[in-house]
Structure formats: C-alpha cells, structure tokens
C-alpha cells in the first residue's frame, strides 16, 4: 500500500508530564528515530482565480526532529497553504509530504484525520478556542476526541496547562483570558496529545510584538524537552530572530532556507 504509516516510526514519544511517564512508551519514535520530522519534497499547490495562478510551487524543505523551524514570508507568500499543506488538511498537486520519514500526503482521509489528531498539533491564529469551555475543557477536548478516557484527559490538560503556566487560569472561559493567555492555552491544546509536529499560523499576529520573544522561548524549550518538532509561519521579525531554521518564501516559492 503506497504511504502506509507503520505505527513503529509515528508512535509516541517523551511523554508530557508525571502521569504520562507512568505509561510504557510505546515502540518509539524517541529511541530511534532521529531521522527529519517533516519532508516537504517538491510541493506544489496551484490555485486559480479569475485567471490568475496562485499558490506554492515546487517548494523542497526537511525539519529535523525537535527543530524550531518559521516559514517567513509576507503576506501571501504561500505560508499557510504549506502549513494545511504539512498538516494533512489539504493534499498537494504534486510532490510529497512526509512525517516521520513516511509518505503520509497519499493516505486516505480517514488515515489523515487519524494522524491530524494523534500525532500533529494546531495553534492557529486566532487560536480558535471554544468560547463556552474554559481552558480546561478546551486542553481536553482533542483528548476526548481521541477516546481518552475524561479523568486521563484532566489529569493530562492540567499537566499542559501548568506547562505553559496557565494553572491559575484552567477555569476561565477564553473570553476571560487575555491574549497572551489565549495563545498559550491553545499551545497546551496543540501539545496535550504529545504531536510530534506542531504547526502554528501566525501565533503572534493578533498580539502585539512583545509576545514573539516569549513564545519562542517557550516552544524551543519543549522542543528541547520533548523532541516536539515546531513549524511556525511568521512575518515577526521577534519570532524569525529566535527560529533554529528559517525558511523563506516569496511569491509560493522557497528563496532561502538558513
Ligand atoms: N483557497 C484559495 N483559493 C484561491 N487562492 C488561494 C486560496 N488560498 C490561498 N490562495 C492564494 O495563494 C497565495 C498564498 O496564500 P497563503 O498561503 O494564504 O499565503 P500567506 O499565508 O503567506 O499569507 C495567495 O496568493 C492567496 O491569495
Ligand atoms: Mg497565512
């Protein structure tokens, strides 16, 4: 079968927090995988409208494991279709996605939204929290979805909210959380199901720039801690300046990676 995903190389890896480390890992991505977590391998997407082509074409990049990679570019460089791109959320032209060192971009959708939920992780701009749960129940939510049983998925939000130091917070609505807080409880939410590849579009756009440093800071330490690999897209210029890897677009095409 062409992109079969063998569950040796995608299974789970450092666990989150006390609780979790009480669980055997499974077979491993954290022993023996070192290999890059994302493979974008001459992609190419192409929308046409009103005569006009738009879109990524023929763009080639790998993200090593535990890397805190930003895709730059202005706006419409192409930055968010790689993301829905890398994050199974939409299947490229031609070319080939890869996680974990596997053709994922070929797999039925069932198999796809399988590995959206297990094994990636979303921070979306406007982070997209439900307005009626409060952070808590927003953390657990992708657990639930996942069949987690609800005392493991509390147990495993709180762990991710004191991570991101939000404890105090776990009962607010999102209404009730400022915006730094908003964007850290939607990275407890990214990361409470232990993704191996976290996206983030844009993290910082609806804040102002003092957030960059800090956020940064806080996804190279988990990556640091974890081997959680990060692929921010960000024009932040305080976001570019703390990426392990910088990869550059400009009109759907990759014009520099450092
Ligand atoms: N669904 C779509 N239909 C038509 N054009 C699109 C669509 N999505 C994106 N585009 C076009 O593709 C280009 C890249 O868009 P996007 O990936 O959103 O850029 P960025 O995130 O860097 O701002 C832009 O020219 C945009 O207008
Ligand atoms: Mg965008």
Do not use: W
């Amino acid at each position: 079968m062409v992109g079969a995903v063998r569950p040796g190389n995608l299974e789970s890896r450092a666990p989150l927090g006390a609780i979790r480390q009480a669980t055997p890992p499974r077979a491993c991505i954290a022993s023996g995988y070192t290999g890059f977590m994302l493979q974008l391998d001459c992609i190419t997407r192409a929308y046409e409208l009103g005569g006009e082509r738009a879109g990524v074409f023929g763009v080639s990049l790998e993200v090593p494991r535990g890397c805190l990679a930003v895709l730059a570019g202005p706006s419409g460089s192409g930055k968010t279709t790689l993301l829905q791109l890398a994050g199974l959320l939409d299947t490229p032209d031609e070319g080939e996605v890869r996680l974990g060192g596997e053709t994922v971009s070929a797999l039925p959708e069932r198999a796809r939204c399988d590995l959206r939920l297990r094994r990636l992780g979303f921070v979306f701009q406007a982070f997209n929290l439900v307005p009626v749960l409060s952070a808590l129940e927003n953390v657990m939510l992708p657990l639930q979805l996942q069949g987690v049983p609800e005392p493991e998925a509390r147990l495993r939000a709180q762990a991710a909210l004191e991570r991101v130091g939000l404890s105090d917070r776990a009962h607010h609505r999102p209404g009730q959380l400022s915006g730094g807080q908003q964007q850290r409880a939607a990275i407890a939410r990214a990361l409470a199901p232990d993704p191996l590849l976290v996206l983030a579009d844009e993290p910082t756009a609806s804040l102002d720039h003092a957030h960059g440093g800090p956020l940064m800071d806080l996804l190279a330490e988990l990556a640091a801690e974890r081997g959680v690999t990060f692929l921010v897209a960000s024009h932040d210029p305080s976001v570019i300046a703390r990426a392990h890897r910088v990869f550059r677009l400009a009109d759907g095409r990759l014009v520099e990676a450092t």
